[in-house]
């Protein structure tokens, strides 16, 4: 989900589970997707890209999936690890014409040990 | 591992001032991007660089800002006269290639007083 300002959705997960994080984006025309972690104080670290051709990439411990049908995309993070607490944010683009590229406001994601 | 890196961590100014906000980028990418994020806020894109010329801009990227590549390293940012609501972090990215990832710099912190 997202939300306005600074009262981010914050997803707690016990140390070791696995995380799903939600992301709608706003135009679909959109065809390039990617998800950025943002720790305090640093900027945007680039985690995982998709394009719209297609619904599913894994990476290290992560996998993206996207549903242009209901313009979603999600952050799977698999045994999640005290170093994954922080923002979480997913990034849409249109790579024809005119691009632009479009942040979301992002997820907090709190590790409990 | 090559990085991004801006210059300097944080400046402060006072309104009516100019700024020039520095960064180089990851020296075989062609793309650069400058980016702000308003404290507690979302990441907005600002303008594109590409073959010694702006590509993209929104419409945060008034008269204003400007961008150059004084030589073949360094990438700048220059506010004319700065305002208020400028306070926030900037953050310079770049890329190999559209729509492909971006690597993002730790940021400049703009306090404008």
Redesign the interface.
């Known amino acids: 989900g997202e939300s306005?300002?600074?009262h981010l959705p914050t997803l707690s997960v016990q140390e070791g589970d696995n995380s799903i994080i939600n992301c709608a984006y706003s135009n679909s025309a959109s065809?390039?997707f990617?998800w950025?972690k943002q720790e305090s104080g640093?900027?945007?670290?680039?985690i995982i890209?998709i394009?719209s051709n297609m619904d599913k990439r894994q990476g290290q411990r992560v996998t993206v999936l996207l549903n242009k049908t209901v313009k979603h995309l999600s952050l799977q993070i698999a045994a999640t690890q005290p170093g994954d607490s922080a923002v979480y944010?997913c990034?849409e683009?249109v790579?024809s014409g005119?691009?632009?590229?479009?942040?979301?406001?992002?997820t907090r994601l709190k590790v409990l040990a | 591992e090559p990085e991004v890196t801006q210059t300097p961590s944080h400046q402060v100014t006072q309104m009516g001032q100019e700024v020039i906000l520095r960064c180089v980028p990851i020296s075989n990418h062609l793309y650069f991007y400058w980016y702000r994020q308003i404290l507690g806020q979302k990441v907005e894109f600002l303008v594109s660089f590409y073959n010694n010329e702006i590509s993209e801009k929104s419409e945060i990227f008034d008269d204003q800002f400007s961008v150059e590549r004084p030589d073949g390293s360094n990438f700048t940012l220059k506010i004319r006269s700065t305002k208020l609501e400028d306070s926030a972090m900037y953050f310079c990215a770049s890329s190999g290639g559209l729509a492909v990832a971006q690597y993002f710099g730790p940021g400049t912190r703009l306090t404008v007083l």
């Open positions: 306005v300002g600074l065809d390039y990617i950025y640093k900027g945007p670290q680039f890209d394009r944010f990034a683009m790579t005119t691009y632009k590229y479009i942040f979301g406001t992002g």
